[in-house]
């Protein structure tokens, strides 16, 4: 048996999603798929505008085989981070491809850039030359790299995939990556709908416009009530004004930071104006946005150094095919797998934690419901 | 000049505490009424009704002269504690008199219990006794205090002016201790209305019944929107859900009770529910309210101890008389005086913690306004 890895977000899943899974399974027709998702807080420090479990039912009726949790430590952090846990749990699953997708298309590029990055010692330079002069981290990144190779990179995307092949290749894992090209040129004929980028459906949603045309029923059906970041400034609000501590202690909020979003906090009214007030040249949006994360879910760097490696497979869903794959495999993966939390770790106690937060915006009913899930359900099957 | 002192939480401000002032004006005349009164959170662990300001205006209003803060560390603790905090205002003060509500009525028997309290060896152990046996406080000291004197003592405002006096002849306060008894005697023929409890005017209010009847209508205009404690569960819920320490570090939770709390509040959907669920025959009911009231505002063991001492006396409002009552005492007052927050200082801190708390549950356009009073409203005038 042989399987490929995708990570994805699906915030939400859309058609293009769909369109990358048909692809993946043009591409590698008799593997078995497995998906790395992020679980309920993502990658820009956004909420899942779909809660976990859903994300899993969706992916398995679109043909996932089996889904495994990123753990929130590795899932709110950096490209770098995200794909150290995405590509360490793909690894430890011995998927022999990973196609994900890209705006540049081109997986040369990905590797020269990748390479340039591990071994080329003017990257170094030439990145704290840039931060030095106050520039944000992906502005610099992108500009060594263009100084080097003559390559463009500079969507979050294409970062994020650079971070995965390079990863690939500092761990020497025995994965192919494959990327897929994100262009109009996704719009297959199969597909009744038309594509567009989840930002856009996110942007869509946010003013209330139809999103009917760019996302599969499943995901309507999902998306009532959905969440968003914004929901939840009330609770960071009320977390950072009784904070009687630094915010600084939180992973991920540079020294400093935390005084400002303390001087910021009363007169802003919602999570956007507070990182609008926050942001300088230095520190993008999205930056800031994963620091409030990590505050609003009380992930402090005490936990992040205790976090920094994967303690287990984690899974949330499979279909035959992906639980006959486990069971094939299972004496040949290192890390454990689990599927309820039998015995709690700090892994485990942290994303427990991210769920409650995450849970805090519903009544009652739904957040006990939610809660239990996190220990109790057992992974979806399909 | 000479002053007479009350002590009020005014939860809500009702006929009864008009006909108590009332009182005050026929038994002190010339007096200078001083209100020591407990600011956004209470004594049972409950949110005011209606914020401090506005309690500051009903109470100038209907004739209170000055008007100064009970401070946090103080308002929301045990009797002892609350009668330490209000006591000493009023004794920095230099008030001669105060006069409080009770249901006993006769001040004699204050001072003989106070004096067994304080200097019957007996007391304390029959007090220890009890609270072995598994009582609680309230009631180890009322079985005590009866097997002694044969006085009975058991509800709540008489323990709490039972405190007052025994503050008074501990700290040997120059001052006299008057106490007017509280019953349907009341019912005086300048009021309109009639008189009730406090108690009875919440729980009218959460089964949203007229209680027009027994508040002025100052009262009535201030309550819109008011706060209850159960507003506050979302956000109870998610600190307790998030906490990563033990809830023990907070200030009134003993041994124990946090784990209790831990494994009870993904079930409990209220405030009430939760307190039903931990409740044992040691803990009262106001007792864990208390408890999940310092959780609720951030306030632990640690803050309590640096707080054990009155640090200052705040001004929230004067009449013209209390005013010149003022200018007048100025030099012979040991504490400095504050209206706005020029320095801070902890315990000011904590009072703007449980301020920001408290407008947790308001919109942000609210929410703003008020944490914003916190530092820079200038005392009320009348």
């Known amino acids: 048996m042989k399987a490929v890895g995708i990570i994805c977000e699906y915030n939400p899943f859309h058609n293009g999603h769909v369109y990358h899974l048909e692809k ?22 956004e909420a899942s505008l779909i809660q976990k479990w859903d994300k899993t039912k969706i992916a398995l009726a679109y043909g996932v085989d089996l889904v495994v949790e990123l753990p929130f430590p590795f899932a709110t952090q950096s490209a770098d981070y995200f794909a150290k846990g995405s590509i360490g749990l793909l690894k430890a699953l011995h998927v022999d491809t990973l196609i994900f997708g890209s ?18 010692e003017k990257y170094d330079e030439q990145v704290k030359n840039y ?3 106050g520039l944000n981290y992906p502005t610099s990144l992108s500009k060594a790299l263009f100084n080097i190779t003559g390559i463009t990179i500079d969507t979050p995307n294409d970062i994020l995939g650079l971070s995965y092949v390079r990863e690939i290749i500092e761990t020497k894992a025995n994965i192919q990556p494959i990327c897929i090209k994100r262009t109009n040129d996704y719009h297959s004929k199969k597909l009744t709908g038309t594509i567009t980028s989840a930002s ?6 946010k003013k209330k416009q139809d999103i009917r045309a760019y ?3 499943e995901t309507l059906q999902y998306l009532k009530p959905y969440h968003t970041i914004e929901n939840y ?8 004004l009784t904070e009687m501590k630094d915010l600084d202690m939180y992973q991920s909020v540079d020294e400093g930071l935390g005084a400002r979003m303390k001087k910021f906090i009363v007169m802003s009214k919602t999570y956007d104006e507070l990182i609008e007030n926050i942001k300088t040249k230095r ?33 949330l869903g499979f279909s035959s095919k992906g ?59 399909k």
Chains 1, 2 share one sequence.
């Open 233 to 240: 400034y009330p609770f960071l609000k009320y977390k950072i």
């Open 215 to 217: 996302v599969p029923k």
């Open 103 to 120: 705006e540049c298309g081109d997986i040369e590029k990905f590797i020269t850039l990748a390479n340039t990055q591990l071994y080329d």
């Open 323 to 381: 639980q006959q794959y486990l069971n094939a495999y299972k004496k040949k993966i290192d890390l454990p797998i689990i599927t309820t939390f039998k015995k709690m770790n700090p892994m485990l106690e942290m994303e427990l934690r991210a769920t409650c937060t995450y849970a805090s915006i519903l009544d009652e009913e739904d957040k006990q419901a939610l809660i239990e899930a996190e220990y109790k359900q057992k992974p979806i099957m």
């Open 131 to 133: 931060l030095d002069q």
């Open 200 to 205: 856009s459906i996110r942007e869509a949603l």
């Open 283 to 315: 520190y993008t949006y999205q930056k800031i946005g994963r620091m409030l994360t990590h505050i609003l879910c009380n992930f402090s760097k005490d936990d992040a150094d205790d976090l920094r490696k994967l303690k287990y497979i984690r899974v």
């Open 24 to 45: 993946v399974k043009e591409l590698c027709p008799d593997h078995t798929i497995i998906l790395v998702m992020s679980g309920n807080f993502l990658q820009r420090g």
